[in-house]
């Protein structure tokens, strides 16, 4: 099973990947991490990417693109895979369509965990850390019994600089802009499953399963 994961930060992707990972036995591939993976190696993919890296710059698509066939290649791929944090955008998706083209190995599904922008800010800007044993909170969904104060340990709670209004609202406005072009592409190849983002953590999981069972 080839999957692409796609959704906006605060979406639950990744709460869904570690559950479809234990389900199906196949490995969740972040581009980040595979990045790093090849720069830590040293392989000549991740040397080319950490010379652009090294510059502050993006790295090319190209690039990318071979470093996630080297890791398709390997053998804990083989039953399928999640791909996470890429394709960003239609030029990406694109050249990964050519790549497993070439592989012989296309694509399943891509789904697409959907939640409302309003929905999103307050997952997001509504986070709360605790200062003393990093426990977190939602004002909104899951706040401490009081104020500012940690449950479990009485510390103080604070709001990170990256889950500030502002930061949150940019993010969403870039993922709207480059991110979301790649759900129409997905609609149009016929491949693209959309599943709500919202009620618990297991109906989402079972509406997703439901997708991708239905298949036989």
């Given at each position: 099973m080839r999957l692409v994961l796609l959704g906006a930060p605060?979406?639950?992707k990744g709460t869904q990947a570690k559950k479809l990972i234990e389900r199906y036995s196949i490995p969740q591939i972040s581009t980040g991490d595979?990045?790093?993976k090849a720069v830590a190696d040293g392989t000549p993919l991740g040397k080319e990417a950490k010379s652009y890296m090294d510059k502050g710059e993006l790295v090319p698509d190209s690039v990318v693109i071979g470093i996630i066939r080297e890791r398709l290649k390997e053998n804990d791929c083989k039953k399928g895979y999640i791909l996470d944090g890429f394709p960003r955008n239609v030029a990406q998706a694109k050249a990964l369509d050519e790549m497993l083209k070439s592989l012989n190995?296309?694509?399943d599904f891509a789904i697409s965990i959907d939640v409302s922008f309003d929905e999103l800010m307050k997952r997001l800007t509504g986070r709360?850390?605790?200062?003393g044993c990093g426990q977190m909170y939602n004002i909104y969904f899951s706040p401490p019994k009081k104020e500012g104060v940690c449950d479990k340990c009485g510390g103080e709670l604070y709001q990170r600089d990256d889950d500030k209004e502002e930061t949150i609202?940019?993010?969403l406005e870039v993922y709207e802009a480059q991110t979301a072009p790649v759900?129409?592409?997905?609609?149009e190849k016929g491949i693209l499953k959309s599943v709500p983002g919202t009620g618990s953590i297991d109906d989402i999981f079972n509406k997703i399963i439901s997708i991708l069972e239905k298949r036989g």
């Open positions: 605060g979406a639950g595979i990045l790093r190995s296309p694509l709360r850390t605790c200062k609202r940019k993010r759900i129409g592409y997905y609609k």
